[in-house]
């Protein structure tokens, strides 16, 4: 697995045990507890169940896609600099033909 399925994967089990130990100290009736802890527990099963199976099927998509967006950021902030440049130079050339 990679660094980033690891961090996800520990994400979701601290998330888990967090919501589980909430519940546990509730001042609420055990049967009631349990069915929240029962509830709990199968939904984050299925939410790991997902990710792993993403993770296996798909590679690692997020960061494909992340790399996409941020090639484009990138690319549509070099476009801005490059217009940037363009004025500041004309700008240039009309200060200087105006002190002539």
Request: aromatic share 4%.
């Amino acid at each position: 697995m990679s660094k980033r399925s690891n961090s996800a994967l520990a994400f979701i089990m601290g998330a888990a045990t967090g919501a589980i130990l909430g519940i546990l100290y509730a001042p609420d009736k055990g049967a009631s507890t349990r069915d929240k802890l029962s509830f709990l527990v199968d939904k984050y099963k299925k939410e790991l169940e997902e990710l792993v199976n993403n993770l296996l099927e798909g590679g690692d998509d997020t960061s494909t896609i992340a790399k996409e967006k941020g090639k484009k950021v990138i690319s549509d902030a070099k476009e801005k600099a490059e217009k940037l440049l363009e004025d500041v130079d004309e700008l240039i050339g009309q200060i200087k033909g105006e002190s002539n």
